[in-house]
């Protein structure tokens, strides 16, 4: 693990309020919200042990990518990504060097359909894995300026101790069953796998014109009871 990273995780970090609630745009848009906890009861476990038990054959597929590799220069230890689903306008993720050229696998994680019986239609997804003691150095993710801030989720399949950091928040709690929206492009994060075991994780982004009513309002209601109070 190079320095920086190694001092990122263990400062201690000041915490982070919203200076004044800025509920006068859609949820998705707003920039000074690092991340938001949704509660949504999901049941990981099935997908966390499909993936662990074929772990090398699911990783060795077409839309396996070693991301250090594809990274232009070494600032993480070797993580692997699954790609799932990819209905994301993929020629300009492309141009930005936001994603490896992959199709995705056949692979079916059930999350992804219980996200989508909520509604949600998911433009991409994709399964990370990191080894024990894997980290990636703080960075923060290409902003596009068509990709709202707060469409990505990021969802813990593995019962971790927290492992996202974020400046200058702290560590986000990985709670089970919990989705995470995370503005990955405004904040700057870092990852370290502090267990013993493989850390999967599904992220991913879905479609902000067809968000149910029902989960937009539960977003809202989660950034209340979170931030703006
Ligand atoms: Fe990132």
């Not at 991301?67 to 232009?72: D, L």
């Not at 894997?134 to 801030?149: E, S, Y």
Request: charged share 25%; proline share 7%; with cysteine.
């Amino acid at each position: 693990m190079n320095k920086y990273t190694r001092d990122f995780h263990s400062a201690e970090f000041p915490g982070y309020r919203v200076s004044a609630p800025t509920n006068d745009k859609p949820f998705w848009q707003r920039r000074d919200l690092p991340f938001v906890d949704l509660d949504l009861n999901l049941s990981v476990d099935a997908d966390r042990q499909y993936l662990e038990e074929n772990y090398h054959e699911l990783f060795s597929e077409a839309g396996s990518v070693n991301v250090r590799e594809w990274y232009e220069f070494p600032h993480s230890s070797e993580w692997k990504k699954l790609v799932l689903k990819n209905n994301t306008s993929a020629v300009e993720l492309n141009k930005h060097k936001l994603v490896p050229e992959t199709r995705p696998t056949a692979v079916q994680i059930n999350t992804v359909n219980v996200l989508e019986q909520l509604g949600l239609d998911i433009l991409y997804a994709s399964v990370l894995c990191l080894e024990p003691n894997g980290w990636l150095q703080p960075h923060r993710d290409q902003k596009i300026n068509a990709v709202p801030p707060l469409n990505y989720f990021w969802i813990p399949l593995s019962q971790n101790l927290p492992s996202l950091k974020i400046w200058p928040y702290g560590y986000v709690e990985s709670k089970p069953g919990h989705v995470y929206l995370f503005n990955n492009q405004d904040w700057i994060h870092s990852i370290r796998n502090q267990q013993a075991h493989r850390r999967f994780v599904l992220i991913g982004r879905f479609a902000v014109e067809s968000l149910p009513k029902t989960v937009k309002t539960l977003v809202e209601e989660a950034i209340q009871d979170q931030w703006d109070q």
